[in-house]
């Protein structure tokens, strides 16, 4: 595993890029893309890492239970860290769903 210092600057003017799709980094070159899988594996690592047996807080079943923490918030400060909470599957994804809901609204009322 390569351990690049490039804090990765990705232009989101065009031409080299828009706000949705941002162009590679101008430090280093790696894509948008990949940057965001990058992500999604180390968050993937976490969650897998801090897997462990307890009882769910939502449904009081004793389970797996794995490391649920929403999505930081263009809205939040820079510093905030949303609450982690330990859930089952079956609510972890309840939990994702109703955030996903949440979010859509408040992106629908804007
Ligand atoms: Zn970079
Ligand atoms: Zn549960």
Redesign the pocket.
């Known amino acids: 595993m390569t351990i ?1 210092l ?4 990705h232009p989101v003017q065009p031409p080299a890029g828009t706000i949705l799709r941002p162009g590679p ?6 894509t948008w893309n990949q940057v965001q899988d990058e992500l999604r594996r180390q968050e993937d690592a976490l969650i897998n890492g801090t897997a462990h047996e307890g009882t769910c807080p939502d449904c009081a079943e004793t389970r797996t239970l794995l490391r649920f923490q929403t999505p930081a918030q263009p809205w939040d400060d820079f510093d905030y860290e949303p609450p982690v909470s330990f859930l089952c599957i079956g609510c972890y994804n309840a939990a994702a769903v109703a955030f996903n809901e949440a979010t859509a609204a408040l992106f629908d009322a804007a």
Do not use: E, M, Q
């Open positions: 690049s490039c804090k990765h600057s980094c101008t430090g280093c070159g790696i």
